[in-house]
């Protein structure tokens, strides 16, 4: 018998997407998602070396970015691709975009309300044994082998490197650092992750712990990384990116 959940059309599982994510982010925070949607000919303005997949999900990260910043109240035509890759986000805002091959999610916030927010959705069982010494710490690891269960073990993983990438994004280095650089801990019972820093000075933040939330839908995991430093009160300590 099939089951129910592969007769789920894309729109339903965007719509299942959008709801975990905006049970994720603290109050204050916009957020867009749903199934990847956007043309893939459209070339407008974006490097010849985009494969039909990349435009696709480029456009489709720049449909719910847009519509994101819209339920915010901030209506732009655009958002130009940054030095480093990361959005240019318009005067006052800070965001976050992440897609996989069929799913797509975006979330914006005042810079009056947040320093930073980075966001990452990942397929599960995406993050397999032959890529952890490069991903994880020895520490990490050790945690990962405590695991009774095959499908947490499935899980797992990609929900630390998920973790990872929401907090790379959260950062929005000008120079890349590396996984090894921090760790992530967290205990599958609690929503709730936190990320060591291995290596400070590697990382362009300060602060020693910084926290985030991670929520599954059916064969995803989505995890955001924000700060509230402005607004007091919320639920993550506020650390502060390194004044260069
Ligand atoms: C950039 C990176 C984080 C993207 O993550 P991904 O899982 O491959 O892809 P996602 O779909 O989740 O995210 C892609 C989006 O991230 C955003 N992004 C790219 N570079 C970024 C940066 N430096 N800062 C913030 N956001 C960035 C962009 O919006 C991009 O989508 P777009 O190009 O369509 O606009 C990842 O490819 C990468 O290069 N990581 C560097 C190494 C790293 O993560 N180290 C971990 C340290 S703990």
């Known amino acids: 018998m099939q089951d129910k959940s592969d007769e789920l059309t894309a729109r339903e599982r965007g719509a299942d997407l959008a709801e975990v994510c905006r049970a994720l982010v603290p109050a204050g925070m916009a957020v867009a998602g749903g199934p990847i949607v956007a043309p893939s000919d459209d070339q407008r303005g974006l490097p010849p070396t985009f494969s039909r997949k990349r435009r696709a999900e480029y456009w ?5 970015a847009l519509q994101a910043l819209c339920n915010l109240g901030v209506i732009v035509n655009g958002l130009p691709i940054g030095g480093n890759r990361a959005p240019v986000w318009p005067d006052g805002i800070v965001g976050s975009i992440s897609h996989t091959d069929s799913l797509c999610v975006s979330v914006v916030a005042s810079k009056d309300k947040f320093h930073a927010v980075g966001i990452d959705l990942e397929e599960n069982g995406r993050v397999t044994p032959d890529l952890f010494s490069m991903l994880f710490t020895q520490r990490e690891l050790a945690a990962f082998d405590r695991l009774a269960l095959k499908e947490l073990f499935d899980f797992v993983p990609t929900l630390a490197f ?3 990438e929401a907090f790379y994004k959260y950062c929005s280095p000008e120079e890349y650092f590396d996984f090894l650089d921090v760790e992530i801990e ?7 992750f936190r990320v060591r820093l ?15 939330r991670w929520g599954r839908l ?4 989505l995890t955001v990384c924000c700060s509230d430093e402005v607004s007091a ?8 990116h390194k004044r260069s």
């Not at 489709?60 to 719910?64: A, C, F, I, K, L």
């Not at 291995?198 to 985030?212: A, D, L, S």
């Not at 059916?218 to 995991?221: E, Y």
């Not at 009160?233 to 502060?240: N, T, V, Y």
């Open 198 to 212: 291995v290596n400070p000075k590697n990382v362009p933040v300060t602060g020693e712990i910084f926290y985030g």
């Open 60 to 64: 489709s990260g720049r449909y719910y």
């Open 218 to 221: 059916r064969d995803h995991v």
């Open 233 to 240: 009160g919320g639920f993550h300590q506020g650390p502060s």
């Open 162 to 164: 998920s973790a990872k």
């Open 186 to 192: 967290f205990d599958t019972r609690i929503p709730i």
